[in-house]
């Protein structure tokens, strides 16, 4: 039986499950959630899927800076809550732990094929977003969850008083070095390049951070370990000299891959495997719609995310009222 997410008591009671929803997401991320919000405050009746956990990406954000109305920050899983609490509230019914594996054409209708049970839907909304990609490197897999992590939110504590690496550039790789700080003894920021990616104002807390040590023009080559992970190998591309670098710890950030298996057959995409859709969220496939990470786009941000969501669920409130 599917999980369903009560976020507080004064949700609104639920309605009989229908035969066939009106709108089915696919992901609970910020994205996901507003299509949600919209989707159900027009009248439709509105399943949204997530696999692992409401707001997405969001929650392994340890503070949100940038969010219009918010100057004071906030925290990821504070503004995932929030947004997951907002859309339950008009109606939209969020269930956790689904896996969405397929969606296809069935007639006039979707079938949304899943972990829990096949679901019929007359339009979906892909929020599927991204997720991390994985450097590929020897024993990479292998210390997964036993020293490599691709969470610095989620598995920092686990590192108090240690010695880490991150890896990559981005904005992810400086705010969440900055972040570790407050449990390790020591980030190793490993940057294959001599100038970092990620925003100023990121580059400069990392700069001026003690605890941080960069290593700049570097490229990992393995993580070095048995029983338990003790360093890794990297090279330096000016010299070519390699070196190993003792660390108990390794967090990557080395950019994302988009989710978007589940309806391959339905939608057109890039290189990358970003899903192709217009300005209004439509996909090649009428009654389908795509928004957030997943789609293909020039910035990935969580006020962007939310703008799309809201423009998918317009577009499908308008596909319904002519289906």
Known sequence: MMKEYMPNQN???????????????????????????????????????????????VQSTTLVENYPGFPQSISGPELGELLAKHASLYGARLNIAVIVRKVKKAEKRFLV????????????????????KKLGIPQEEEFYGRGVSYCATCDGPLFRGKVVAVIGGGNSALEESVFLTKFVDKVHLIHRREQFRGDAIYQERVKKNPKIVLEMSTIPLRILGESALEGIEVERTVTKQKEIIPVNGVFIYAGHSPVSEMVEDLVDKDNAGYIITDGDMVTRTPGIFACGDARAKALRQIVTAVGEGAAAAFSAHRYLEID
Not at 28 to 53: C, F, I, K, M, N
Not at 113 to 132: D, Y
């Open 11 to 57: 949700q609104l009671p639920s309605e009989t499950k229908p035969e066939v929803w009106d709108v089915v997401v696919v992901g609970g991320g910020p994205a996901g959630l507003t299509a949600a919000l919209y989707a159900s405050r027009s009248g439709h009746s509105t399943l949204v899927l997530e696999a692992g956990v409401l707001g997405g990406m």
């Open 113 to 132: 094929e899943t972990s829990q049970g096949n679901i019929l839907a007359r339009s979906v909304i892909v929020a599927t977003g991204a997720k991390p």
